[in-house]
Each structure stands twice: as C-alpha cells, then as structure tokens.
C-alpha cells in the first residue's frame, strides 16, 4: 500500500463491504479499558507463558467484567529484552504470543462480542535485531542508515567518551559504543532505555511514513486503536547538551516537533472507518499532557499524577482538578489509572504510607511492611471513585481480583532489565507482572498446564483465583462487576459534570450530574469513620466499597478507607 492515503477514502476495518465492527461515536471518552499483559495473563500452549490463544480462551471472562474493550500490552516480533517494548518486526506477532492469524482470530473474536481491541505501539525506538538497526550498523558513520538512528561521535581523545552525559531510564549511561565493520571501537548510539532498544531519529525522513504505514497495516486488520509508548520522548534536543541532573532533554512543546508527528498519525487513524484511537503515555506536567490531546492530535493521555498519588484526599483531589481543567481546555476526556505494568500495584502502594518515586519506571520509596487487607480496602474505595469519575477507566489485568504486588520474587528470577542495568539496586517491575491466578490452591492457578511460569506464582493465592471471587459475593471481582454495570446504565457515572462538596478532612464528595439522578460519591481516607458531607446528612446507598454498608441502606456516615455511591433520599 502506498503511504499517501487519500482523505476522502475511508478504509473498513476488514476491507469487506459489511458494515463497520466499530459503531458509537468517539466510544473512548467513556469507555472502561481492560489492560492486559500478554505474558502474564492467560498461557495457551503449556509453555509457562501467557500468549494469544489464552487470551482468546478467557474472553468470556473478560467480557463478563463489563469492559468495553481491551489494550494488549506488544505482542510484536521481538527478542523480549523488554518484554516486548523492543520491537524487531512490527508487521508481525512473535512466536511466543501466536502468528498474525491468532491475532485476526482474537480481533475476530472480540468485535463478535462488541469489545474494541487495541494495541501497544513503540515508535520512540526499535529493537536491535530491527533490520534498520541492522542496517545502520552495517553501513557506518555519515550513511543514510545511521542517520535513522541517533549515532554520535564520542567525546574524549579518541571518541572513547559518551557524547554527552544523559543517563537511561533503566540505570547507566544512554548511549553505547559499537563496534564499526574494521574492529575498531566507533561511534556511539542513543537509548532512553535499555542498550537493546536504539532511539529512533524521528528528523529522519524515512521514519514517520514507515510508522504510518505499520499504523495502517493494524488498522486494516481491525485494530480500534493504540496505546502510544513513551509518546513525549521522540524529538530530543538535537544540540544533545550536558544537564545538571544527567537527565535527558527531550522538548515537548509545539516547537519541538512532537505534535506534528501526532497530527500526522491523526490523519491516519481519519482515513479509516470507525473511530479509531490512541492514548499517550506521558508522565508530563497535565498542561504539556492537555497538548498531545488538541483536536488534531490524540484522543486520551494516561492521567499519572492520579495514579501516583498517595492514599490522601488533597492528593487525589489535586490531580482529579487538575487534569480535568487542563483537559477540558482542549476538549479531551480524562483517564482513570491507578495500576499498570510499570509499577507497584496499587493495593501494595496504598498498603504502606509510602510514596512512588521514579518516573518512567516508579518504585515504592523504601522496603516497608505492607498491610494487604488495608491494602485492598482502599483499592476498592478507589475503584469506586475512578469509576464514577467521568471519561475512560484503564483496568490492568488482575486489579480487579485485589492482587498485591509480589516484593519477594527471588533475584535468580528477575527478568525485568531494570535489574541488571541498575546494578542491581532496583528490582524493577516483575513483581506486578506474576501471572494471573485463575482457578486452584497452588501454582500455577490455571494460568497454564507448565508448573513453571515465566515468573514464579506465589503459595497462598488460592483466594485470589477468578473461581474463587467468582463465588464470593464480597470479593474486589464481584466489586468491579457491580460498579462497572451500574456506570454502563446510570446516565450520569462515568460521565456526568462534578462538583466538589464540602467535606471533613480526608474527606473527598461529589456529586456527579445526570438526567436521571445526581450521584454522590464520598470517599473518606482517613482511619475512623467520617461524617457525610453537611450538603447531604442522610444518604442511601448505591453501592459502597466496605461490605457492611448494604446496598439501600441509609447511611449517615462513612466508614474508615470507604468509598460510598449515594442518592438523595
Ligand atoms: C514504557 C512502557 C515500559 C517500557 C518503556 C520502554 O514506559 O510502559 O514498560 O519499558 O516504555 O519501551
Ligand atoms: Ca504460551
């Protein structure tokens, strides 16, 4: 297919004459997103590692969780040296998850059941083993092939000495020196993560149709949409300066090119029927975030200051305000994210007092005690909140069954490459990435028939399977199903206008608007019982995080780490 798609034409999803599989307007504003990690969710051939056709197999499940469509973390060809986030060919599924057609298969399957699919694309960088990489270490300095890629000379006398000082996400310098065909030591090249994943140079005039052209080769196949690595990061300062703090100088605005790279892939996903999406990952400030999501450029933008904040009303109310103004300014919805595959889940978190620190890859701040059951408590006040809040809802897989996050993964397990390229100081993520639990007392859970998993299944999940939730009327699964059923009828959750109540301290009420019914949301983060806003004295419940306040009860108070849904009586 060529690169110039003309406008006027828009692409089906199946290239058939049927009617389009992706129906509802702009469906991503209130949509509920289910994230799953391809690794880790569900194993279909017995290798101890999660793949397509376990996906395929536990749709129903996913299905009966009230999502309105999935994101699958990459499942392109890749040598996994980040689980995927090294892509090699990205016109193709690796082994390890299946072929293209278990991917057509698995679109096939969740259009059938009206679930939109999207997809994890990684256009900041390529693996090593992509054949331009390849090609660019082949051809040497000043070639068209290097200048693909971010190569520099080396400083020092004999370019022994990184370009410049920028340090990689995942610990040690950025660039790495190779080796050019004479054998002698040569140029340098840039990686904002791992050595195995080479920054694209997207001033190159070869990349941006290439990307195109990847995005039009999923779309065609049904893709509804994208998850867009490291988004902010393609255009670094070119002048590649020394900074105080060895960060990276990666400019975001509008002079920096960035968004040109978004409207252009807007005109893309525009050239095809449906609407078809993408939401950024930024850990940008929420007025630089606001301006990936202008009309021409994206639809969502992960919302991680919500994510990372602390068990504590001010917190989360300052990054609910905050993100919502920025943009409401460009005319964009808001996400809802407190879990991902990039940090420690969130009933672990909100277990200890402590804090996330890092930005592309958080940790929690130090080793401390995590108290599970109060852990769990507040994630489903939490869940509450985020799923009254308006616009779209991200879930990554096993928050809804309450997991916690695995801290005491032996080393000798280790996979996530934080771990090596710190030095081993950071342990880095694998602990929320252990396999799903899904039926049984001991590993593997259902989750394959291989008793050895890509990473170890902890003893004592038996509770946290999908039976065992499925059958407990009170478990964080059964949670998720009831909020997520009540915010696809009620006209107002998951989309009404808020506005803040006064409230106690710790303290966070609102009232989200609606045709039918204002409903009022309190959540109270502090340790004893609090009283309803002076707004509302008496409430009834719709439907509360702490099992002993019963749907229809009136309540005048909320329990400690509670979340309530309330109507006026
Ligand atoms: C994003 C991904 C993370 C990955 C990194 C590099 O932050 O979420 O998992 O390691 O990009 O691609
Ligand atoms: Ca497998």
Redesign the pocket.
């Known amino acids: 297919m060529s690169d110039a798609n003309p406008g006027t034409h828009r692409e089906r999803a199946d290239g058939s004459d049927s009617p389009a599989q992706v129906t509802g307007a702009e469906w991503w504003r209130h949509a509920v997103i289910y994230q799953i990690y391809p690794r880790s969710f569900a194993d279909g051939n017995g290798d101890g590692i999660g793949d397509l056709r376990g996906i395929i197999d536990h749709l129903d499940y996913i299905d009966s969780l009230g999502v309105d469509g999935i994101w699958l973390g990459p499942v392109m060809s890749s040598p996994q040296a980040?689980?995927g986030?090294?892509v090699a060919d990205y016109r193709d599924i690796d082994p390890i998850f299946g072929t293209l057609a278990d991917m057509d298969d698995l679109i096939a399957a969740c259009h059938q059941r009206g679930l939109k699919i999207t997809l994890d694309f990684?256009p900041?960088?390529t693996s090593e083993a992509h054949p331009w990489f390849q090609a660019a270490l082949a051809a040497g300095p000043g070639s068209p092939e290097r200048d693909r890629y971010l190569f520099r000379p080396g400083r020092g006398e004999h370019g022994e000495l990184p370009p410049n000082n920028w340090r990689s996400?995942?610990g040690g310098p950025s660039w790495t020196r190779v080796i050019e065909s004479d054998g002698t030591p040569g140029e340098w090249y840039y990686h904002?993560?791992a050595p195995e994943?080479p920054d694209l140079n997207w001033r190159n005039p070869d990349v941006l149709p290439e990307f195109s052209d990847v995005l039009r080769f999923w779309l065609r196949r049904g893709i509804d949409g994208f998850r867009i690595?490291?988004s902010d990061a393609p255009m670094k300062d070119p002048g590649f300066p020394d900074t105080a703090d060895e960060q990276p100088l990666i400019p975001k605005d509008e002079a920096s090119g960035v968004h040109d790279i978004y409207r252009a892939f807007r005109t893309v996903f525009d050239s095809f029927d449906g609407d078809r999406m993408a939401v950024v990952?930024t850990g940008a400030p929420a007025e630089i975030v606001a301006l990936f999501l202008r009309p021409d450029e994206m639809n969502l933008a992960f919302n991680f200051s919500f994510t990372r904040s602390p068990w504590d009303a001010d917190a989360i109310r300052d990054a609910i305000t905050s993100a919502l103004a920025a943009n409401d300014a460009v005319g964009a919805p808001t996400t809802w994210v407190t879990d991902?595959?990039?940090m420690p889940r969130s009933v672990s978190r909100y277990g200890t007092s402590l804090r996330l620190v890092g930005e592309?890859?958080p940790a929690l701040d130090q080793q401390a005690e995590v108290d599970v059951a109060l852990g769990i408590r507040r994630h489903r006040a939490m869940a509450l909140l985020m799923c009254a809040l308006p616009g779209t809802v991200y879930l990554y897989n096993g928050q809804e069954l309450g997991l916690p996050n695995v801290d005491d993964l032996p080393e000798a397990v280790l996979q996530d490459?934080v771990w090596e390229r710190s030095g081993h100081t950071e342990r880095g993520?694998d602990g929320c990435r252990v396999p799903m639990p899904w039926s049984g007392d001991e590993p593997p859970y259902g989750f394959s028939t291989n008793r050895q998993t890509w990473l170890p299944m902890p003893q004592g999940w038996g509770h946290y399977t999908v039976e065992n939730e499925d059958a407990d009327a009170e478990s964080m699964l059964m949670l998720y199903r009831r909020a997520l059923s009540l915010r696809a009828i009620h006209p107002g959750l998951g989309r009404g206008a808020i506005r803040w109540l006064e409230a106690a301290d710790a303290v966070l009420a609102l009232e989200v608007a609606s045709e039918l019914e204002p409903v009022v949301v309190v959540v109270n983060t502090g340790g004893t019982p609090a009283p309803l806003p002076a707004e509302i004295p008496v409430g009834i419940t719709i439907l509360s995080s702490d099992p002993t306040v019963p749907t229809g009860s009136n309540v005048v108070e909320i329990p400690a780490d509670a979340t309530v849904w309330l109507r006026r009586p």
């Open positions: 980040d689980h986030y090294d990684v900041n960088h996400v995942f904002l993560f994943q690595d490291v990952e991902n595959h990039d592309y890859v490459p993520r």
